[in-house]
């Protein structure tokens, strides 16, 4: 417990380290079924820094989260806080939500917390140094967004290219300004590529994740096999696999069109993330993943500048491992 403990205080301490700027009103909204031990170390964290003030609430968790709202109270609260620290859990809706739509019209910044869960805030990805982490993935967002093409390629038999027209987004666990979101844990450069220009062949070998953008339904998770996906202009023509290569055969069945195409291609820059069957998958350096379906709210309070153009109900994201990059013909390190 007294590891626990520790490793918990470090991470907090990561969560806030480059968040938080002196003489802000800090605001973490969490929920009754989350972890108390992680309420209380981001809020110590918090205080440790030249934060002018740190409150918490915590909603009480209704039974059913279907179409859920929040409090009047918790958005007015939002709305005036400079940061909020989004630490609900996992059951409640994640970034694309009423709270997060009320912050971004009024101004103001969030961090959502990825792993909410005590065992996972406290491994992996959360221990990367938060600086080091923010200074790589700006810097490889940097040159992508720079480049016209990038192509992604390993020797699973991963070998897609897209075209650059627009910026790439460096997503780590600071909150940025622009975009007014950050997650934590995370890291990854993350591209809205132009539509309608993949082509050739993604493996996802590692791990799958779907957002449903309206509704619910199954998950892929940790694949038990590869999935092999070819592109002709942006537009999936082709899926080869197993059992992992049914499952979202299934899930594409009750999509729309859309989700047949290529939305987003994002590149893990987070060398402490590991391979598991979440969220922190997406974010290992070396890996790259796509998403099929929507892009067109990526970039948050900054879609009209990062996002694309595709309107789905789905986003699913496919990871693939021991991945090289070329920006422009030229290999260049995650």
């Known amino acids: 417990m007294l590891f626990i403990q520790h490793e918990l205080q470090r991470t907090a301490q990561n969560l806030v380290a480059d968040n938080i700027k002196n003489g802000e009103h800090v605001l973490v909204v969490s929920s ?11 809020v110590t964290a918090a205080s440790s820094t030249g934060a002018a003030s740190v409150s918490a609430i915590i909603i ?16 007015a609260s939002v709305e005036s806080a400079d940061l909020t620290i989004v630490a609900t859990s996992l059951r409640f809706p994640r970034a694309y939500d009423d709270l997060s739509e009320a912050l971004f019209k009024a101004g ?10 005590l065992e996972d805030f406290t491994r992996g990805a959360s221990l990367a140094d938060p600086i080091k982490l923010n200074r790589r993935t700006h810097a490889l967002a940097a040159k ?68 449903y953008l309206n509704g619910s339904g199954p ?15 942006g537009e999936l023509i082709q899926i080869k696999g197993d059992k992992a290569a049914d499952r979202l055969k299934t899930i594409l069945k009750n999509s729309d069109a859309n989700c047949r195409v290529l939305g987003e291609l994002g590149l893990g820059t987070n060398p402490s993330a590991r391979e ?5 998958n997406k974010f290992r350096l070396g890996t790259a993943h796509i998403a099929l379906g929507d892009n067109h709210l990526i970039g948050w309070r900054g879609a009209s500048k990062y996002g694309g153009s595709i309107v789905s109900n789905r986003h699913i994201d496919l990871v693939a491992n021991n991945i090289s990059i070329q920006i422009d013909g030229r290999k260049v390190k995650g």
């Open 144 to 211: 992508i967004s720079k480049g016209k093409t990038v192509r992604v390629t390993s020797d699973n038999g991963t070998d897609l290219s897209v075209k650059v027209c627009r910026p790439c987004i460096a997503l780590t666990g600071r909150a940025e300004v622009d975009t007014g979101f950050g997650s934590f844990p995370s890291g990854e450069a993350m591209l809205s590529p132009e539509e309608r220009t993949a082509e050739g062949i993604f493996v996802a070998d590692s791990f799958g994740q779907v957002v």
């Open 32 to 42: 009754s079924d989350q972890s108390k031990e992680l309420i209380d170390a981001i």
């Open 108 to 117: 103001k910044r969030q961090v959502l917390i990825n792993n909410a869960p």
């Open 219 to 233: 998950q892929l998770g940790s694949l038990e096999d590869p999935i092999s996906l070819e592109f002709e202009k």
């Open 60 to 75: 009480a968790c209704p039974e059913n989260l279907r179409d859920y709202k929040h409090p009047p109270a918790v958005i």
């Open 276 to 280: 598991i069957g979440h969220v922190e």
